[in-house]
């Protein structure tokens, strides 16, 4: 059964830093496209950033440009979102999702096949 869990959110003002981690089993971690999403109150659930399988290709949304970064490490079987210079507008749920496609469909959240349970990131300013 494929399970992912995402830790890592938690309260931070203006300016902070947070790492969030995404860590799934039962699954071969490296066939698979990894991405953030998150999803504010009252909105949808948005991409963020997103590390492709086979190429490692990373994507970003605009306003994490420069400020978000993410890897991975199939051998160890984790995922990362690196989070510097935080605002309150990044305050969510960010969730972790896997998917089969590639960079092409990355920032689409119907190409994902599962998704972590979500951690809260809130931002004070």
């Known amino acids: 059964q494929v399970q992912l869990v995402d830790s890592g959110g938690g309260l931070v003002q203006t300016g902070g830093s947070l790492r969030l981690s995404c860590v799934p089993s039962?699954?071969?971690?490296?066939?698979?496209?990894v991405a953030w999403f998150r999803q504010a109150p009252g909105k949808e659930r948005n991409f963020v950033a997103g590390?492709?399988?086979?190429?490692?290709?990373?994507y970003y949304e605009d306003s994490a440009k420069g400020r978000f970064t993410t890897s991975r490490d199939d051998a160890k079987n984790t995922a990362n979102l690196q989070m510097n210079s935080l605002n309150p507008d990044d305050t969510a749920v960010y969730y972790c999702?896997?998917?089969?496609?590639?960079?092409?469909?990355?920032?689409?959240?119907?190409?994902?096949?599962?998704w972590g349970q979500g951690t809260q990131v809130t931002v004070s300013s």
């Open positions: 039962g699954l071969t971690f490296r066939h698979y496209t």
């Open positions: 590390i492709s399988r086979m190429s490692s290709s990373t």
């Open positions: 999702g896997i998917s089969r496609g590639d960079g092409s469909t990355i920032t689409s959240e119907s190409a994902y096949d599962s």
